[in-house]
């Protein structure tokens, strides 16, 4: 007898699936590819060029030879594959899609909510476009990547996400942080 | 308008009216005022008793050097003890009571202490006190603590929130006055990036209450222009109502904003006060300077004020001090004042110079006495009268309040809270700040210029300089045209001969000239020793006032120069800083982030009962109706694991995949027992060591492929066996291929135990986990029915058939749903770690409660595990210490009590039956215990030495603590299936 | 002079102007039967403990600084005996029997007060760990408490007993646990020290250690050469400097420990408390101000101060502890420079060279033993024999295998 | 140095981000060595006061052991590598 699973995101029930934006916004992304790729050593540059040339997928530094590639396109699954595919022996794919929550902050004020738990300079000269870093939040680490102007991508671990997604609610509560699941 | 509220000038807003209550009174004040210039407008001087003599005390300054005029404002758990009145911003409403008096202010027994000073000199509970013995506790100490302290804590829960923030800049200007200002302005316009913040409700500093005009206009217009400016450069920061109080290593500033305090009604929304930690390249002090008061007879009269306070209650706040004001200076800014008084029509009594030789002019009509000193003061709320000595004859001058000017010193505080010590400049009569580097400079006052054009000057050079640091550069900024200034200029004074009565060196903490003559006396004329004998700069100021006058007259006695005695050590923090605003948000259930296992809905849904397990939240029983306690409850759980079958969460363990070519050569290093010739689809118990030998962590690792293994590691320990092992490969290994990557997220676990389990585990997966097909310590990915892919493992924490069925995070709950269905017809239960921890006791598997850090493999029953074959591992040359293979080293037994229904319990200790309690005598102790329902009775593991030689002897479990002895026999800590029959069935 | 009401009443009617000072201020002589090295709370406690019961007559502390200028004035003068381990309690205890008699053998009020000390626990196997410590203190005989929750609330009411992240159970009591007061005990025992002969040499540092034919016969000064039989190193944070001068290989790391005070209270703490789920302690002065701390800031350091990063932590355990604290401000954060020894117990041992003894090692928890310590130290300094007390405390002890590792940590001296 | 590390990898970081492991001059011995080598080795500090080199690792970053080579009485800090770069070149 074949079992149907229903998979459940971490923040369901915590997160309303819709309401209105506020000009501050923190979308919970669900259905999100996310693998760790480590490269092999000695191929790191290698590994870091296949990477960046490809377009479905978004590159995230994490550490020397070590990335977080996140993807809504594809499935965990396909992504996993396409990847091997692609780096073959030069590096270690690993799956994380469920064991990371990806947040996606987004407006003005975002950099001001923002430093209330981040210690790097996040202002538009330091931290541009396409950057990305492994910080601590709080007390909690996270990935985050500056996705657009004022937009910044969060990736963390799934069993921290409903206390991070507790604290950056304090954080942007001056600002009438709205919250809820990306449609 | 009150009494002492002048009719105009100011920047007070007259048509904004604020009610507030000052000991319960009702009082007025205006938008704009302080606490303290709305007091001194409402006639009220008294403010405050003493510390030590509970003499009453008033108002002396504007600032936060204020020693005196400490209140506790607000009610309930919105309570502030020992706020400085002289900083505090009026608000309507605001509640106001003065401290450390009983009955009243005004009427304070207390005060007897007064009679009594000659027995209360410094240090003298040093000298009694001691008899008999038991009494200071009793009787002498809380009689002590009662009289001391200053306000009341009411250490009730704080309904306002705080919070922290990072601020990232070039520059960092502290202090807004004329150099500050000036400073912003040039490096704002050069582009900086430049933090402007002030400890002021206003930025302006001392401008605010200026006279001397620039260009041409009063200096708070001038404020005003270049606020406006500032406030249009988007590079700039302005923050006010923020008190930089630490500089750290690295240029690392902490700032304390108190973003709601002046607020009668707070948003919920905003935090009451916010702790900025600013990151500066660069950071310049424009601090000030603070004026020294004069160390006379009675100089701690209500009335008795800084003469540079008396100006800013006149300048800033419109308000009078008093109506007949006496000045009493050794320099020129005694003058500054009485002008600035006359100018608002205030009579000035005379203006007593210590310098015989002065030449200073005084306003038109103002009596001058020169070469004079106060020697006494009258007055009991409120000043009425100076006796002021010259040349041997005394007069009696009348007067409501008095201005006193020392001079000046440099407020070096920030500069010197890491290390760099004070200098003397003999020049300006003070200490000022060395050179600290180049990331942190003092402009205007703080550097020692007291004239307002320098100070302009000086702060827009400081930051032309900082910008070419940087790397910009910058056009000579334009300077403001000041009016005509006088010179400041003073006489260092340190002490006024010929007291009448005391002569206060250090306000708040009664300590007068004497007692630092007393400490000298003593042998405690050292800087440090004789503040630490006295409590000279101890109070809640940290002798903003005082030091440098102690300094002066401990120098004065010892013949020396204040250079040569040196002085105490600024140290953090500027201004005290509440530990809420400290904390942040991180407080109650936000104390530390909380980790939640995928299966948390699962567990939930079957009523679990949830237990802290450091940051997680485990499931620890599933009580069913009619189950009264958790013991019923476990019990259940435990005898159905062992004769049907349960689900327990295991998702919190640690796992950590390993990749490479070197992977099994990196784990044969890591732990005590060989890994490389583990096979593929096989786990393996591994024991890892720390360098000295003792056991640090364990689990099970798997071979998923040649090079690919996945650890497990114990919850308590995941982050620091993952930090552990990278340090190996990078820094011990670096030649080892091998990386690393935790998914300890990724994967739901759960354990499926007990004789049926298998059953249930088949009714799941497509692949066969028959025992032949899968044996004990199997390790595979397999996929489940319907086709999802997990991982199946064929390990067992509790000693039954048993897997653990790892699946993808997000389908947890629903596959840990499907198992309890599956299983319902096997009779499932869903287990806790209290059940967990019952079958593991029962089968002498160890946890952290065994494995404490002081233990060896062999101590544990390891013994055999350590590898003889490998040439190395963590830990291997130290095990063989003496010590750590000694033969009267406690080993791991199972401990059973003789009468079979009595009870042991973790933490009790081993005696030899008879023998006399005591250290030496010690034999060992219970590390955990339970109820064995399986063997209906109460069964321990301990530790006890030469344990295992001992089997079947009796010894005494001893509980002192609990009052409980129990006679136990020593066994195999193995008390279920010592064969593993069920294990491998 | 003695000290008593008497004379404090006989002082204050003739002005205070009689008072003599509380030690001489002596030139060091050329040479010492034994020198002391650090005018700390061990040093003074020793050279009194040497004169006094063990009849050496002819003894130098000498102190860089001033007396008192180390940790014994910088700690949050904490007092307890309630250790697990067989190698430290009888010592600790033992220290605990002398404070108790102190101030009337030191003729100087410490101030010592027994007003109990409370460690918080917060889970299980914390509950456990503590009653294993509880049962080990009074296998020395000494009375230990577990207080349950109920107890507890009675007791400490201002706790975090609602809204804690790690939820308070209860609490170990040793009430005869308590602090002193810190200065006095460096005070009091240099001034007991200087009654009995002592040369007290205060802004003497020490250079050098000279050797001839593998023995100590002096040490090179700020203050020139002084020579003597016997030296002892009593030197807390600065151990490892002062023992590389007679090359001593020391399992020691110097680390910076912050405390607090805060303003001015009336009496709201009477305890001492320690948080379980940290390491948070705190406990009000005489004068009012709450005095805590909690970690080491983790880094070798010999600067006496601290990270804001840490300072930041020790609040926010300090608000999850006592939420009433929120608004009582800090007024002071200060640094002192911990001997962090490999397993987080102390050393008082003899040394490779015979007549060069070790005092150090004292990790967070110097204060307490400081009667102890100086007995012990002179104990072995006067008669080359351990006191019994102390048997474990060698410096061997690493290299054979015999740690004391009461927080089961390893040799990592940070986590200690 | 105790507030901000500049981490090879990731830029300037709080210290917050990093876990302190202690000496990082002191090198692993051949298991061969004697009794006395590996005594030092893992409880023997130099414990100087001045420059030091320490281990830290930036565990919310990179998670690279890092070798922070400072002053211990200014914490001035005068260079940050990788650990493993610094572990090839004591010839490991």
């Keep these: 007898m074949p079992h149907q699973f229903q998979e459940r995101h971490a923040l369901e029930e915590l997160v309303s699936m819709n309401a209105a934006a506020a000009a501050d916004h923190l979308a919970v992304v669900a259905r999100q590819a996310i693998v760790v790729v480590l490269a092999a050593e000695g191929q790191e540059a290698s590994v870091a060029a296949l990477l960046t040339a490809d377009e479905e997928i978004s590159v995230r530094f994490s550490a020397p030879g070590e990335w977080l590639v996140v993807t809504g396109l594809q499935t965990p699954e396909l992504l996993q594959q396409s990847l091997a595919a692609l780096l073959r022996e030069t590096a270690h794919c690993v799956d994380q899609s469920h064991g990371r929550v990806l947040l996606r902050l987004s407006g003005a004020n975002s950099r001001a909510i923002l430093a209330k738990g981040i210690g790097i300079d996040l202002h538009p000269s330091a931290f541009v476009i396409g950057s990305s870093a492994n910080v601590l939040c709080g007390h909690i680490s996270i990935n985050l990547a500056l996705v657009d102007k004022n937009s910044f991508e969060i990736v963390v671990m799934r069993s921290f996400a409903e206390s991070l997604l507790h604290d950056l609610c304090e954080m942007g509560r001056a600002f009438d942080l709205s919250v809820f699941f990306a449609p | 308008m009150t009494a002492y509220r002048l009719s105009a000038g100011g920047l007070v807003d007259r048509a904004t009216s604020l009610n507030f209550t000052f000991d319960g009174q009702s009082m007025k004040g205006l938008a704009g005022d302080t606490l303290a210039s709305a007091l001194l407008a409402n006639d009220q001087m008294l403010v405050g008793r003493s510390f030590k003599y509970h003499r009453p005390r008033g108002i002396v300054t504007a600032g936060a050097s204020e020693p005196n005029a400490l209140m506790t404002i607000g009610s309930g758990a919105r309570t502030d003890p020992n706020t400085k009145a002289t900083v505090a911003e009026l608000y309507a409403g605001l509640e106001a009571r003065s401290q450390n008096s009983w009955p009243s202010l005004k009427y304070d027994v207390g005060a007897l202490n007064g009679l009594l000073s000659p027995f209360l000199s410094a240090g003298f509970y040093y000298k009694t006190f001691m008899w008999p013995a038991a009494f200071w506790e009793k009787v002498y100490e809380p009689i002590i603590r009662k009289a001391a302290g200053l306000g009341r804590a009411v250490l009730e829960r704080d309904p306002e929130a705080y919070e922290k923030c990072w601020a990232h800049c070039d520059l960092l200007v502290v202090g807004s006055g004329p150099a500050g200002l000036m400073a912003a302005l040039t490096a704002g316009r050069a582009g900086l990036r430049v933090i402007l913040v002030d400890e002021g409700f206003r930025h302006g500093g001392s401008l605010l209450s200026e006279t001397t005009p620039i260009d041409g206009e009063p200096a708070a217009a001038f404020v005003d222009k270049a606020l406006s400016e500032l406030a249009t450069l988007p590079n700039v920061t302005l923050m006010a109502r923020t008190t930089v109080f630490g500089w750290y290593d690295d240029n690392v500033f902490g700032a304390l904003e108190r973003v709601q305090k002046h607020l009668a009604v707070p948003s919920s929304k905003l935090p009451a006060e916010r702790v900025w930690r600013i990151a500066a390249k660069r950071a310049l002090l424009a601090t000030g300077a603070e004026e020294r008061p004069l160390v006379f007879g009675g100089n701690d009269r209500p009335g008795v004020m800084m003469a540079g306070a008396l100006s800013t209650y006149a300048n800033r706040y419109g308000v009078a001090a008093g109506k007949l004001v006496a000045l009493f200076t050794n320099g020129s800014a005694g003058y500054r004042t009485a002008a600035d008084l006359a100018a608002h029509g205030i009579d000035i009594a005379a203006i007593i110079d210590s310098r015989a030789d002065s030449t200073e002019v005084a306003p038109f009509g103002t009596r001058v006495i020169r070469g004079g000193s106060i020697v006494d003061t009258k007055g009991r709320s409120r000043l009425s009268g100076i006796t002021v000595e010259r040349s041997g004859f005394e007069e009696r001058i009348d007067c409501d309040a008095m201005g006193m000017s020392g001079g000046f010193s440099p407020v070096i505080h920030l500069a010197c809270q890491r290390g760099a010590k004070p200098v003397w400049s003999e020049t300006l009569k003070a200490f000022v700040a060395p050179d600290v580097g180049a990331g942190l400079r003092l402009a205007g006052s703080a550097a020692g210029l007291y004239a307002l054009a320098a100070c302009l000057k000086d702060g827009a050079d400081k930051a032309r300089t900082i910008a070419s640091d940087l790397g910009l550069l910058t056009s000579a900024a334009h300077l403001p045209a000041v009016g005509e200034e006088t010179t400041a200029s003073f006489t260092a004074l340190w002490y006024v001969p010929g007291a009448r009565s005391k002569a206060f060196v250090d306000f708040q903490n009664d300590v007068h000239a004497k007692d630092l003559g007393l400490a000298l006396r003593e042998g405690f004329g050292h800087v440090e020793h004789a503040k630490r004998y006295t409590t000279n700069g101890m109070a809640t100021d940290q002798g903003k006032l005082s030091n440098v006058n102690a300094v002066g007259i401990l120098a004065g006695m010892q013949g020396v120069s204040p250079a040569e005695l040196g002085t105490t050590t600024f140290r953090p923090f500027y201004t005290p800083v509440p530990f809420g605003a400290l904390a942040g948000t991180s407080r109650d259930e936000h104390a530390a982030p909380k980790r939640v296992s995928p299966l948390h809905g699962w567990a939930a849904r079957n009523k679990a009962v949830f237990i802290e397990s450091g940051l997680w939240y485990r499931s620890s029983w599933f009580p069913r109706a009619g189950e009264k306690t958790w013991r019923e409850s476990v019990d259940r759980e435990v005898l159905n694991v062992r004769e049907n079958v349960g689900l327990c969460d295991v998702s919190t363990l640690g796992k950590i995949e390993v990749f490479g070519p070197d992977a099994a050569e990196f784990l044969n290093r890591l732990y005590c027992n060989p890994f490389l010739k583990l096979p593929v689809g096989k786990a393996r118990y591994g024991l890892m060591l720390r360098e000295d030998g003792m056991v640090y962590d364990d689990g099970t690792t798997s071979r998923l492929s040649d090079e690919h293994f996945l650890v497990t590691t114990t919850t308590a320990l995941a982050g620091g066996v993952m930090s552990h092992m990278e340090y190996c490969a990078q820094v011990l290994w670096p030649e080892l291929k091998v990386r690393f990557c935790s998914v300890s997220d990724q994967w739901a676990q759960m354990a499926i135990a007990g004789p049926k389990s298998r059953l249930v585990v088949q009714a799941l997966v497509e692949d066969d986990v028959s025992n032949a097909a899968f044996p004990f310590l199997a390790a595979k990915a397999v996929t489940l029915k319907g086709g999802l892919k997990g991982r199946l493992f064929r390990i067992s924490f509790s000693g039954e058939l048993a897997y653990e069925l790892a699946v993808p995070a997000g389908y947890g709950e629903a596959v840990a749903d499907k198992v309890m269905d599956v299983g319902r017809m096997h009779g499932i239960c869903a287990y806790g770690l209290e059940a967990l921890n019952v079958l593991r006791i029962e089968k002498g598997h160890v946890t952290h409660a065994e494995l404490d850090g002081r233990v060896t493999p062999d101590d544990a029953g390891f013994g055999r595990m350590l590898s003889s074959q490998k040439a190395d591992f963590i830990g291997k040359r130290l095990s063989t210490r003496f010590g750590l293979t000694a033969a009267d080293r406690m080993q791991m037994v199972g401990l059973k009590p003789v009468e079979k229904d009595k009870d042991i319990r973790a933490g009790a200790h081993l005696l030899r039956e008879g023998a006399k309690p005591s250290t030496l005598n010690d034999q060992g102790y219970v590390s955990s215990a339970c109820y064995s329902p399986v063997l209906g009775q109460f069964i321990a593991l301990g530790f006890l030495k030469s344990g295992r030689e001992r089997y079947g002897e009796k010894v005494v479990v001893w509980d002192r603590l609990r009052g409980e002895e129990t006679l136990a026999e020593i066994c195999n800590p193995v008390f279920v299936d010592p064969a593993n029959t069920k294990l491998n069935s | ?416 | 140095m105790a507030s901000l590390i500049p981490c090879p990898h990731c830029g300037v970081r709080p210290k917050e981000e990093f876990a302190i492991r202690g000496d990082a001059s002191l090198v692993r011995p051949d298991p061969e060595s004697s009794d006395e080598t590996w005594n030092d080795y893992v409880h023997i500090r130099a414990n100087p006061r001045g420059r030091y080199r320490e281990h830290w690792q930036h565990v919310a970053g990179c998670r690279r052991w890092l070798v922070v080579e400072r002053d211990t009485f200014t914490h001035e800090v005068f260079s940050v590598t990788d650990g493993s770069v610094r572990a090839w070149e004591i010839g490991r």
């Design chain 3, 1 to 416: 002079m003695r000290y008593s009401a008497f004379s404090i009443v006989r002082n204050a009617l003739s002005g205070n102007v009689n008072w003599k000072p509380a030690w001489r201020q002596p030139d060091p002589k050329p040479f010492y039967d034994v020198i002391i090295v650090g005018g700390g709370g061990h040093g003074l406690a020793t050279a009194y403990y040497l004169a006094k019961e063990f009849g050496v007559r002819n003894i130098a502390v000498l102190e860089k600084g001033y007396l008192g200028s180390g940790n014994v004035g910088r700690n949050t003068t904490i007092v307890r005996s309630n250790y697990m381990l067989p190698g430290n309690e009888p010592f600790y205890e033992f220290s605990m029997k002398l404070w108790e008699g102190l101030e009337q053998d030191l003729n100087y009020n410490a101030m010592l007060s027994q007003r109990g000390i409370i460690n918080l626990y917060h889970n299980d196997g914390q509950r456990d760990a503590y009653i294993r410590r509880g049962n080990a203190m009074w296998m020395e005989g000494v009375p230990a408490e577990l207080l349950d929750r109920a107890a507890l609330k009675k007791l400490l009411p201002y706790l975090n007993f609602d809204h804690a992240r790690f939820p308070i159970m209860g609490g170990l009591l040793q009430k005869r646990g308590g602090t002193a007061r810190h200065d006095a005990v460096a005070w009091g025992f240099g001034r007991a020290a200087d009654r009995h002969g002592v040369d007290l040499i205060q802004n003497c540092e020490v250079t050098g250690i000279r050797r001839e034919n593998g023995l100590v016969t002096g040490v090179e000064t700020s203050r020139g050469f002084i020579g003597c039989a016997k030296l002892g190193l009593a030197a807390a944070g600065n151990t490892s400097r002062v023992g590389q001068m007679a090359d001593l290989k020391l399992p020691i790391e110097s680390h910076v420990l912050q405390a607090f005070v805060t303003e001015g209270l009336k009496p709201a703490i009477d305890h001492v408390i320690t948080y379980g789920a940290g390491h948070f302690y705190i406990s009000q002065s005489d004068k009012g101000g709450l005095v805590f701390g909690a970690e080491i800031d983790g880094y070798n350091s010999y600067a006496q101060r601290g990270n804001l990063a840490t300072v930041e932590h020790v609040m926010e355990e300090g608000v999850t502890m006592i939420p009433g604290l929120s608004r009582v401000r800090v007024l002071r954060s200060w640094g002192g420079v911990m001997d962090m020894s490999m397993d987080g117990s102390p050393i008082i041992s003899r040394t490779p060279i015979d007549n060069l003894y070790l005092n150090a090692g004292w990790c967070y928890g110097g204060f307490k033993a400081t009667p102890a310590s100086g007995w012990c130290f002179a104990h072995l300094i006067a008669k080359n024999e351990t006191h019994p007390a102390a048997r474990f405390l060698r410096l061997d002890r690493f290299e054979r295998g015999f740690p004391i590792d009461e927080h089961g940590a390893g040799p990592q001296p940070n986590l200690h």
